[in-house]
Structures are given as structure tokens and as C-alpha cells.
């Protein structure tokens, strides 16, 4: 039987308000943090900011976007600016993509502008973008309304251009494969199935890290499902340093770090929150491996965005400072501790501008210099047999299975939904097939 699904097929209820409509398409944040787009557009500010920075190391799918599918990016910008009562959009692309600047700026409507920024490590992070594209710092533990602004990725604007269900996930293959690329690719697909279309990878033992090297996650297995989320899939040797660094146990990061860590402050005085004002010192934070600590040092862990650039940067000691934040971060919450300041007390670091990490130096650190550093994106025809859709790709709740097992659907249909008035976000079939409904997840046979 054809799964009745109403209102999320491709192409239904045109003229929707944006946020119903955007809700209706399950489109969410597709630069990794996965917050419903729907929520971050129920508000009111001046202006909307495009996240292009890709800031990963090896990454390449949202410039590649802005090369290919300017049309629905922009129209999805302007969309998201007339919901939100912006008179003002940014696009904040790195400098060094100066034929994408050029081409854009040719295509822009009035009101939306293009701003070059450096090619650093973490120019991504919501925080610092806003700090470097409008002089504004966004409060401890707040969001870019706070100052005024919206952010959002390249991604996510196209697919509200785009106007129809998000089904498939645009993404760069890097690393240790014979072909680095950006693909576009079915939700649901295998990673295997991924790296396969990039040509395999070069090495016949490696691990793969999910999303990019910096923030990245490892995957499990390669038979892990692509989500809306996944941004990038990085092959790498598995002596390499990165996938031991991304695989080290806790129990390993902490007896190192208590007996190793000599207080220098290199963490504390590169970390990008620390040079934007923030109340994030990570060397304090490393003193919990020794001793209990105070509730200043443990408050500032909350405050940590985990860009781990103490930890792959920073620290002449090999340490890892940021995985320490991570794990305090829950005693903070539980001791209910908070930042106590005013957002007027907030003062940028004066040497913050001179402290940036240029990405070829991060390259260089990382070890990824061997690596090919371009991923155009290609046309691929995926024709999986199988696809693994998780219910929980988005921040919030897991979506509520709308379809039952043996249910035939669509590309496009709706398979799930979150629970009235609870965060969360709409699932869709990648493919047309057969649906079984299992535990955490809708599989399609197709
Ligand atoms: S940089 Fe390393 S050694 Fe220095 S304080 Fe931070 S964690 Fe300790
Ligand atoms: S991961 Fe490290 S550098 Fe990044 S915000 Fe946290 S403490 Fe600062």
C-alpha cells in the first residue's frame, strides 16, 4: 500500500507562511548542528547572515554550492530575510575564493552583500562569524538574535529556495580516497557506499571521520547511514594521528593530562571564544585532572564550542583540553552553575586578531598536507538498494514513525514527524521502496 502523506509531498501546499512550509520540508540546520530551521526563522532581526566560511580542513561542499546553485541559495536568502524582517543579508565566504566573490556579487539583489573573510580556523563558528562580519559579540551561552542576526548555512537557504523535502545531503569525500569530491547524495545511504563513489579509498586500513577533522566524529563502521547533517567524509590512514587522537579513551585523556599538563595557558590563549571575551579559560578546566576545581573554572566549560583547536593546535603538550571541557560541561550543568556577567562586560581580546589560525598552518599541524585540498562537486547517480533513515538527525526529539512496515513510499514522502509542539523535524524517503519501521529508525528496500 502507497503511504498516504499528505501535505510533505514534493511540491504540496505552495504559499504556506515560510516557517510552516520550511517545518513541512524537514529542512534543518545542514551545516552539522541540525536545529530545526523552522524555529530559528520565528523571530525578528535586522540582519540574516550566510554561513560559507566552511572552516573544516578538506571541506569544499558550500562553496561548491554557491559555484553551481547560486539561484535557489539566493532566493532561499531572501525568503529567510522577508520571514525574519531583516532589511540587511550578509554572505561570509572566505576571501580566497575570489571567483565565487565575483560571481556572486554579479548575481546579489540589493540589500544582500558579500563579505570576504580570512581563510582561518574556526571563521565557521556561528560566534566568531558574527563577531567578524558585524563587530558584535554574541553573549556567553546566547544566540545570534541576541545581537540582531540570524545565521544560517549555505545549504539550508538553498533548500529553502529550493522548496521541496530534504531528501538528499550534499557532502565532500577528502583524504586518502583516489577521487576527493563533493557529491550529492540519498539521506540514508551508507558511508561505504560514499567513499565508494569517490573512488575508494587509497589505503587498505583507514578510519573515517564524520563531518571533518576538526569536530569531527568517528564512524563506527562504514555501514553508518548518512544523515541531514553530514556535512563531510574524511578517509585517513588508520595509523594516522587524527583517528588515534579522535579514538583516544577518556580514561587516556585524563591520566596523560594529570601528569602532563604544565599550565602553560597556549590553550586558554588561542581559544577562539577565549579571544572573543568569553568566560572559557581550557587550562583551568585542565586542573580538574588533578584537583577539584572552583566553580569559575568549571562554569567556563559550558562555554566551550569544542572547535578543538586547544587540543589540535594549541598544546605543545599533546593534551587535550577540549575533551576535558566535554566531559565537565555535565558537572557544571548538574552543580546548576552559570556565568554570572553582564553581555556589556564582554570585551574582545585585543590580540584576537593576530591569534587567528591560518588554515594552511592547521593543514600543516593536522598532518593533511599529503592530502588533495579540492572536492568539485560531481554529478553521481546513486542507486542504493537500501537506505537507513535515523529519527533523531536534528536537534530536538526523535521524529514518530507516520508510516508502518511493508508500506510502499515515494522519494519525498513523509516517513516521520515530531510529536505536536515538541522541537524536532520531519522525515522523508530518499528513494522509492518498501518501508520497515525498525526501533530508532525507517529502513526503505527499494
Ligand atoms: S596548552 Fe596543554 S600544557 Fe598548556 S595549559 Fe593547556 S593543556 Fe596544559
Ligand atoms: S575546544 Fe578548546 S579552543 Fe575551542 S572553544 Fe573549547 S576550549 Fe576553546
Not at 556561528?126 to 545565521?151: C, N, Q, S, Y
Not at 576545581?293 to 566551550?304: F, I, K, R
Request: charged share 20%; aromatic share 4%.
Amino acid at each position: 500500500m502507497m503511504a498516504r502523506t499528505g501535505i510533505s509531498q514534493a511540491g504540496a501546499a505552495p504559499g504556506a507562511a515560510l516557517p510552516g512550509r520550511v517545518e513541512e520540508l524537514g529542512i534543518i540546520g545542514a551545516g552539522g548542528g541540525g536545529f530545526p530551521t523552522a524555529v530559528k526563522l520565528q523571530t525578528r532581526v535586522s540582519v540574516v547572515i550566510a554561513n560559507a566560511a566552511e572552516c573544516e580542513p578538506l571541506l569544499h561542499k558550500d562553496k561548491e554550492l554557491l559555484l553551481h546553485y547560486a539561484e535557489p541559495f539566493l532566493r532561499g536568502m531572501e525568503m529567510a530575510m522577508e520571514t525574519v524582517g531583516a532589511r540587511e543579508g550578509v554572505i561570509g565566504i572566505k576571501e580566497k575564493y575570489q571567483d565565487i566573490i565575483e560571481a556572486l556579487e554579479r548575481q546579489v539583489p540589493s540589500g544582500i552583500r558579500v563579505v570576504p573573510l580570512p581563510d582561518v580556523y574556526p571563521a565557521g563558528d556561528e560566534f566568531i562569524l558574527v563577531h567578524m562580519v558585524t563587530g558584535r559579540v554574541i553573549p556567553p551561552g546566547g544566540l545570534p538574535k541576541d545581537v540582531d542576526a540570524v545565521v544560517s548555512n549555505v545549504e539550508t537557504l538553498m533548500n529553502i529556495g529550493l522548496d521541496r523535502p530534504v531528501t538528499h545531503k550534499y557532502l565532500t569525500v577528502a583524504g586518502a580516497v583516489a577521487t576527493p569530491v563533493t557529491l550529492r547524495v540519498p539521506v540514508g545511504i551508507t558511508v561505504g557506499e560514499v567513499v565508494e563513489a569517490a573512488g575508494g579509498a587509497t589505503v587498505s586500513d583507514f578510519g573515517v571521520l564524520l563531518g571533518g577533522v576538526m569536530m569531527a566524529k568517528p564512524a563506527a563502521s562504514l555501514d553508518v547511514p548518512v544523515t541531514k547533517t553530514t556535512g563531510g567524509i574524511i578517509v585517513l590512514p588508520a595509523e594516522h594521528a587524527l583517528i588515534r587522537r579522535h579514538n583516544a579513551p577518556w580514561i587516556h585523556v585524563q591520566r596523560i593530562g594529570r601528569s602532563a599538563c604544565d599550565q602553560c595557558r597556549f590553550c586558554t590563549e588561542f581559544c577562539p571564544r577565549f579571544l572573543l571575551g568569553h568566560p572559557i579559560e581550557p587550562h583551568r578546566a585542565m586542573q580538574s585532572l588533578g584537583f577539584n576545581t572552583g566553580a569559575d573554572a568549571m562554569v567556563s566549560t559550558l562555554y566551550c564550542c569544542e572547535c578543538n583547536l586547544c587540543t589540535m593546535f594549541a598544546c605543545p603538550e599533546d593534551l587535550d583540553p577540549k575533551t576535558v571541557c566535554v566531559q565537565n560541561k555535565p558537572l557544571a550543568r548538574e552543580r546548576g552553575l552559570v556565568w554570572k556577567g553582564t553581555p556589556e562586560s564582554i570585551e574582545p581580546h585585543p590580540m584576537a586578531e593576530f591569534r587567528r589560525v591560518p588554515m594552511r598552518r592547521l593543514i600543516a599541524k593536522l598532518g593533511l598536507g599529503e592530502f588533495n585540498n579540492t572536492g568539485p562537486l560531481v554529478e553521481h547517480a546513486f542507486v542504493p538498494r537500501r537506505v537507513n533513515l535515523p529519527l533523531k538527525q536534528h536537534a530536538g526529539v526523535p521524529a514518530i514513525p507516520v508510516v508502518k512496515t511493508g508500506d510502499r513510499v515515494r522519494t519525498g514522502d513523509l516517513l516521520a514527524a515530531p510529536e505536536q509542539g515538541k522541537l524536532g523535524a520531519r522525515i522523508h524517503s530518499s528513494i522509492d521502496g518498501v518501508v520497515t519501521v525498525k526501533g530508532e529508525a525507517v529502513v526503505i528496500e527499494a
